[in-house]
């Protein structure tokens, strides 16, 4: 999926995607990534979530990566801040109050520049990007975070009823990517409705290191 789809959705508002609080997945679930107190938790593709600032107040520092200027300058309005920026090639870095922010293509960005993380929020990463991305961006993961734990949500519906994003990313396939490099737990499924045109189970997963 050319980066350009993500940026035209933002351009012309189209972001029904995004949640009008943080999602109660992290919020019933981050307990289970047993972590301590300025812990790193990185958030990749982020939009403008609501989730980072409901980190921040639980005293994590978030880490996250962002395609969209439109979107990071609307979660910088939510959090009301003016970060510090910084351009590193063709990366943009912003920092404020308890959170990094790598403005651009999230395969452009480096261990180096991310730094230390000791946990991964993946609410909306993987399921946004077709197969043949996810394969890339998975291995990409693994590498930008030294195989940090994971709190990994996914879908699970037929992709012949709806066309993604997001896409629906099975069980098998969860496995597929993870397995030799994590521990897999589900921790529960849910079931919803997806863009009121699909039944779908969301699936929270719980992924630590060591298989």
């Not at 790598?102 to 929020?121: K, R, S, W």
């Amino acid at each position: 999926m050319d980066p350009e789809f993500w940026l035209m959705k933002w351009h012309n508002n189209e972001t029904g995607f995004h949640e009008q609080e943080a999602n109660p997945n992290l919020t019933q679930n981050i307990h289970r990534l047993s972590l301590a107190p300025g812990s790193r938790i990185f958030v990749p593709l982020c939009g403008k979530t609501l989730d980072i600032p409901w980190l921040i107040k639980q005293g994590y520092y978030v880490v996250a990566a962002e395609l969209s200027t439109i979107a990071i300058a609307q979660l910088c309005q939510q959090l009301d801040i003016i970060p510090d920026s910084t351009k590193i090639g063709d990366i943009t870095r912003y920092d404020g109050p308890g959170f990094t922010l790598f403005g651009g293509d999230i395969f452009h960005i480096t261990p180096d520049m991310l730094g230390n993380i000791d946990a991964v929020y993946d609410r909306a990463a993987l399921v946004a990007l077709p197969f043949e991305m996810r394969v890339r961006y998975t291995k990409h993961l693994r590498d930008l975070t030294g195989t940090a734990p994971q709190l990994l949500i996914t879908f699970d519906y037929d992709q012949q009823k709806m066309d993604g994003p997001p896409f629906a990313v099975i069980a098998n396939e969860v496995e597929q990517h993870y397995i030799d490099h994590y521990s897999i737990t589900l921790l529960h499924g849910n079931e919803i409705n997806l863009k009121g045109k699909v039944d779908a189970q969301e699936n929270v997963w719980l992924l630590k290191a060591g298989a």
